[in-house]
């Protein structure tokens, strides 16, 4: 049974409060680099179970009256991806603009970062400019962040555009890591001070949580989900030696706070901070109500990210020191691999039948197994076996006749030449709902649907992209073994 240790309402309430407390240390002006998604933040969800994905957003919510939103752009030359969303990031830059437009956030502006004279960024440019966004450039600056002297002058953060500002509170975001979002907001506090307003910067991380245990499994779920970039969690030194208190942080805030206590001596004449944990602004460790709940929900999370880090390594995304660094994590709180009760499953039916192996495991405990069929992929049969659980519809009754699977299936293997006839998760379910319409019983595991969401999921083989982005849909939490059913080089 899946335990709530998160409390989102408390959440809200707390971040948005410490926030306008924040705004009002300064000269009513803050600016605010918020790290991490701000959006469909799954992450969180998984190992603070309660935590919303749009929990941040809501929170955000509360303050739009004084809010304005910059969002950075970056990689745009590069065509760089987001992941979990397979668009590039000038494309997620769009999509950043109108989500937060829909909702009734105002997006005042898009800063170009490290431009220098790029055809794609000009391109961008324009086109944004085209749609009525205003847009900044900001540029390299020899030195950054070490040569300070040059950094905060004119020939320093004084050749970057001044990004024009109206509200108190101002969220420097960006589709992805790596897009300068600090160095935006140092550039505006030199700008501002120039104009005499005493404007503040502080900064919004959700993980590490700085008031839990330093190997709490939250705060190395955390490390496990950054294992290819090297985090490393740790005791904040300039908190402990400034309060006596013991705080949680992360190494590039440590290495580089040295540097920001100078760089804000040199622009506001002193450092509003002792410690980068007095930068943050994060209320998420005061929100948890089920420490044991967060706990559990945590070291699951650590073993799927040890299942995808290993599928990341064979498509040569990630090198094998990703996969040794979350297997020294697992190690340090006793945990295996097969912890995740539908491993074993999955790998048992591929075992009794030498054919891939599919189980769930639903929210109330109990494990649905699927086999591969002449007609039916592991998943889609586990989907289907999922739904009639749930709809407590018994197991020799059929949901799709044979009659409305079999002409799809031919569709494929004749006229689209598909090498593999068996239907996908997302066919299996358009079928379900065709037969709905006559199908009482089909109509009944249908209205069942909503109930996978937060489901676990393993897989014995590496599943298409489609049956992947069907579950992910669907909420269910998916992992898999990294191995391809079939031994070929090419894979679609």
Known sequence: MRKIGFSNEKYIELQSKHIKERIKQFDNKLYLEFGGKLFDDHHASRVLPGFEPDSKLKMLLELKQDAEIVINANDIENNKMRGDLGITYDLEVLRLIDAFQNIGLYVGSVTITRFENQVHAIAFQKKLENLGIKVFRHYPIAGYPNDIEKIVSEEG???????????????????????GKMATCLSQLYHEYTHGIKAGYAKFETFPIWNIPLKHPVNLAYEAATAD????????????????????????????????????????STCPYKSPTDMGVNMAGNAIIDDEACKEASKQEIIRRYYQTKLDFKRGLVDKSAISKIEAIMLSLALKATDRKCVNHALEIEEKTNEPGFAIELNDGHIITGKTTSLLGSAS????????????????????????????????????????????????????????????????????????????????????????????????????????????????
């Open 157 to 179: 953060f004084g050749i970057n555009d001044y990004i024009e500002t109206t509200k108190p509170l101002v969220v420097v975001t960006a589709p992805g890591p790596g897009s």
């Open 229 to 268: 970039l090297n985090d490393v969690n740790m005791i904040d030194p300039f908190h402990l030696e400034a309060y006596n208190e013991t705080t949680v942080n992360y190494n590039r805030d440590v290495e580089i706070f040295p540097v920001l206590e100078s760089t804000f001596k040199k622009i506001m």
């Open 381 to 492: 049969a586990c989907l289907l076996n999922a739904l009639k659980y749930l709809a407590n519809i018994d197991d020799d009754i059929l949901l799709i006749e044979p009659e409305v699977i079999e002409p799809v299936s031919k569709l494929k293997k004749g006229i689209l030449k598909n090498k593999n006839p068996r239907l996908h998760t997302d066919e299996i379910l358009l079928s379900l709902s065709i037969s709905a319409n006559n199908n009482e019983n089909a109509k009944k595991a249908l209205s069942c649907i909503e109930q996978l969401q937060y489901c676990e999921a393993h897989s014995s083989v590496i599943l298409s992209e489609t049956d992947i982005d069907t579950l992910k849909r669907l909420g269910i939490r998916l992992t898999s073994e990294d191995k391809f059913q079939f031994n070929r080089i090419y894979q679609k």
